[in-house]
């Protein structure tokens, strides 16, 4: 079969009625998280975890996608009228969006933003249909030592090629991957640093350890800086539509975004901030109104915008096909397969093609759905920005510690929370990157399983890992990712590297 | 999510709060190494057990641990802003309670003291007026939730009227 036959048949899936309700409660909520700041995509996807796990994976694997989706829209919305980035992939995004909108013309800036995002969230959806089987059949050849080296690429790439340190990068992803060695060994059901603590064998929850991260983390860094006063939320003058100068002047930037942004969420090149950079520093060396950029240029919205949605299609690519999160969304989402059993790969789309084709189809349908619930309803989520911030960090306590609850009612888990919460503070205040810690835990453990794997095949051997040409390219790659960014910052060079953290929540 | 940039470094005495992430790293990366040494007992001579990865990573956290104390003493850590400690005292006290309430209290109240706290954190220091509202949200989200969605929340003596 062909991969329209194959899509054909995920639309099928993707329109029957439940799962259509799913992608719709995906989009909203992934909408009204992208919107308050504070919490994202992966804090809500991390949530709904323990809330899902009754429900049929294919409908909940579709609205942790459309969360995903949804969340990247709505930033948009924070970072044009508030100038505080809902998503650290919005930031760009504030440079000239909320200049447009102080000008009045936050109307057209909020229109370039979505139909932006949707021409992008297309192309790249599309993209994904049609380049996942080929890597598919790329990654049979892979063994246990390609995927390793895939992993310690990711694992470079997340922890310490972007951001401003380094060591702090690679500290947290330590920290994440300690974590990860706690409960039963998964080869050889020996127990590890579970200190005869019943509640420590199955390991440290994904759930608990993102919620505490993200939430409880964010929200205490919050309380901590004190009163600052009322956010300014610019009020949304003039017409929503764009002239036909904005069109113009958009449509170009909308296709190099996506471009730029979906190679770039497609490899292990960690978070969709990059693109937006990329996009936003092309933009401004091609447009011919030099002279607006900084004063609320059009394309400076446009294009960071599609490459935003890009990536976060791109990043399902490496999700879907290998089993490799590139990002903390995409390490949740991988966190909400393993619940069901599922291990994404190529073996998925053999086994499963159902699920697989049904949640890609699902996100073409999720698109659409967006671009209507963010154009005519913005007044609704520009009315969540008013919430006060007191309330609103209430009630952000109240439903994490409701997951948590939720999957495990008792005081060792609620402990464990506060613990890590505590944790992801201070680390917030001393600059440590949280992305890292979650993504070593969750891909921790099955690069350990790969490595042992591969050492189990050459019996000890530990040159086995760079005999494979495509392991040895891989793992050159990883060195490469992590020394030059450190000659670099040496250098006094890093100021560019730390615009481009991958701080995603 | 902060958009500001580190300062510039400048030269200072050692950044002490630096100084003690490198101990307890070294605390860490000492745990995981007593207990990576009991496991190659249990398991014996192999090349590849259990114990491997453990050492690799309390090796690497080590080294971390060093590095730090260099960045602390070369005054590598960006400049920390000034935390506010009484917000922060609110909402741990507040999820502490929580913890302490929920199997006896149940869900809304443990749960509606942690909204009060937190929303006292944020400077709504009107507990007689969050404390209720607190609760009353509680129960709506326990009835949703416990009622709809089969989640399994403790219930207290006010959920116990709804039951």
Known sequence: MSTFDFLLQGLLVAAQPMNLLYA????????????????????????????????????????????????????????????????????????????MARNGRGGPALATAAIGSFVAGLIATIGLAFIAPAIVKLALVFGPREYFALMVLAFVTVSSAFGDSTLRGLTSLFIGLALALIGIDQLTGQTRLAFEV????????????????????????IAAQGNTGPDKVEAVKGS????AADWARSWKPWLRGTIIGFPIGAMPAGGAEIGTFLSYATEKRLTKHPEEFGNG????????????????????????????????????????????????????????????????????????????????????????????????YAGILLFATLGTIGANPSVFE?????????????????????????????????????????????????????????????LAIAALALIVPLILRARGRGEVLGQLAASED | MSLDHPNKVEQRRPDWAALVIAAVLVAIAAVIYLDASRLREVTGYSPVGPATVPGAVAVVLLGLAIWTVIAAFRGDFPERERQEVGPVVWIVGGLAAQMLLLNTAGFSIATGVLFAATAAGFGRRKL????????????????????????????????????
């Open chain 1, 24 to 99: 719709l409660i995906g989009v909203t909520l992934g909408t009204a998280v992208g919107v308050l700041p504070g919490i994202g995509p992966a804090l809500t996807v991390a949530l709904l975890l323990p809330v899902t796990y009754r429900l049929d994976p294919a409908g909940s694997l579709i609205m942790f996608a459309g969360i995903y989706y949804g969340g990247m829209y709505g930033g948009s919305t924070t970072s044009i009228l508030l100038n505080t980035p809902g998503e650290s992939s919005s930031i760009v995004t504030a440079l000239e969006g909320n200049k």
């Open chain 1, 198 to 221: 019943p509640d420590l064998l199955d390991g440290i929850e994904v759930t608990t350890l993102a919620v505490a991260m993200f939430a409880i983390g964010e929200t205490l860094f």
């Open chain 1, 240 to 243: 929503l539509w764009m002239t």
């Open chain 1, 297 to 392: 240029a059009i394309e400076g919205v446009a294009g960071p915008e599609a490459a935003n949605n890009a990536s976060a299609a791109g990043t399902l690519v490496p999700l879907l096909t290998l089993g490799l999160p590139t990002t903390a969304t995409a390490a949740i989402m991988l966190a909400g397969f393993q619940q069901y059993g599922l291990q994404p790969g190529p073996l998925l789309f053999a086994t499963n093609p159902q699920l697989v084709w049904g949640l890609i189809a699902s996100l073409l349908i999720a698109n659409f759905m967006l671009l209507v619930l963010n154009l005519p309803l913005i007044g609704l989520w520009v009315r969540l920005l008013t919430i006060p911030k007191p309330w609103l």
């Open chain 1, 414 to 474: 609620l402990g464990m929370l506060l613990a890590f919460g505590v944790m992801g503070y201070m680390m917030r205040v001393f600059g440590y990157p949280i992305a890292p810690v979650v993504v070593g835990l969750i891909l921790g453990p099955l690069a350990e399983q790969q490595l042992r794997r591969a050492l189990a095949i050459s019996q000890g051997d530990f040159t086995v890992l760079v005999t494979s040409p495509i392991a040895a390219v891989l």
């Open chain 2, 128 to 163: 007689w007026i969050s404390l209720p509202l607190g609760i009353v949200l509680c129960l709506v989200v326990w009835l949703i939730f416990a009622g709809l969605l089969q989640l399994s929340l403790p219930a207290g003596p006010l959920e116990q009227l709804f039951l």
